[in-house]
DNA sequence: GGTGTGACCAGCT
DNA sequence: AAGCTGGCCACAC
C-alpha cells in the first residue's frame, strides 16, 4: 500500500469521498499524515488532470469552502456546475451550508 | 542533486 | 478587524 506515490493515496482519498459530500484539502493532508502539508494535496490534484482516470476534484475545496481550484477545471463554472449536479449548492464560489456537507476521511474512514 | 513550485493553513502584525 | 508572511512536504526540471 505504502508503495503508491503520495498522489495516489490523494487520488484514492478524493474518489472515496461519497457522492454529494465535500472535504478539504488539510483534511486529507491530515488523513495521509502530512496535515502541515494541505498544499501538496492540492498541488496532487492539479496532477489529477493528467491522470488517467477521472478525479472528483471538484468535491474538494478549501477550508473555507471556497472554490480555490475553480480557475483549473479548464472553465470556472465546470467545477460549480459539477457541485450542483450531486445536489451541492454553491454561490459566490463559495458552498453553502459546507460543514453539512463535509465530509472527513479521517472520521469515515 | 539543488531549486522552485504549489488548487493551503494558521499565526502574527 | 483584516491583510500578509511563513511553513510545510512531495514532485518536476
Redesign the pocket.
Known amino acids: 500500500m505504502s508503495e503508491q ?3 495516489e493515496k490523494v487520488y484514492e482519498v478524493v474518489r472515496l469521498i461519497p457522492h454529494g459530500r465535500l472535504t ?3 483534511a486529507i493532508a491530515e488523513y495521509l499524515g ?1 496535515r ?8 496532487a ?5 493528467s491522470a488517467r482516470e477521472n478525479i472528483p ?2 468535491r ?1 475545496v ?3 469552502g471556497l472554490l ?2 475553480k480557475h ?2 479548464g472553465a470556472p463554472d465546470i467545477m460549480k456546475q459539477l457541485l450542483e449536479s450531486e445536489g451541492v449548492h454553491v454561490e459566490n464560489d463559495q458552498i453553502v451550508n459546507f460543514e453539512e456537507h463535509f465530509w472527513d476521511p479521517a472520521a469515515e474512514l
Open positions: 506515490s503520495f498522489f478539504s484539502y488539510g502530512t502541515g502539508s494541505a498544499r501538496m494535496v492540492g498541488w490534484m492539479n496532477a489529477s488532470f476534484a471538484h474538494v478549501n477550508r473555507k480555490t481550484g483549473y477545471f
